[in-house]
């Protein structure tokens, strides 16, 4: 069966650094775009970034953390990363990771995407 598992998440200080990752198995990894999400308490469950499957591995953020995030992608290890940099109180969420088997344009809508992880907290003190 398919897991996604994200790591890395944790409690930082505004102006901070994490690194999250999330590993895939149970299904061919470079055929999916891949993608992260995140949810703050009373929120729905918004877009952050993406990253396809082509080669070259385009992305595409969020205007929130465009120029502070990115995403990157090691197809050896199954593996996802979203580095977030300058974070900011507003970043506090569960963040989570998901996989998209479309051949089409890379896709930003969540029931867009067909696997999810369990999600892992981020924690941004002011």
């Known amino acids: 069966q398919v897991q996604l598992v994200e790591s890395g998440g944790g409690l930082v200080q505004a102006g901070g650094s994490l690194r999250l990752s999330c590993a895939a198995s149970?299904?061919?990894?470079?055929?999916?775009?891949m993608g992260w999400f995140r949810q703050a308490l009373g929120n729905e469950r918004e877009f952050v970034a993406v990253i396809s499957k082509w080669t070259g591995g385009d992305t595409y953020f969020a205007d929130s953390v465009k120029g502070r995030f990115t995403i990157s992608r090691d197809n050896a290890k199954n593996t996802i990363y979203l580095q977030m940099n300058t974070l900011k109180p507003e970043d506090t969420a569960v963040y989570y990771c998901?996989?998209?088997?479309?051949?089409?344009?890379?896709?930003?809508?969540?029931?867009?995407?067909?696997?999810w992880g369990q999600g892992t907290q981020v924690t941004v003190s002011s």
């Open positions: 998901a996989s998209d088997s479309s051949d089409g344009v890379v896709r930003r809508t969540r029931n867009e995407f067909d696997y």
């Open positions: 149970g299904l061919v990894f470079s055929r999916y775009h």
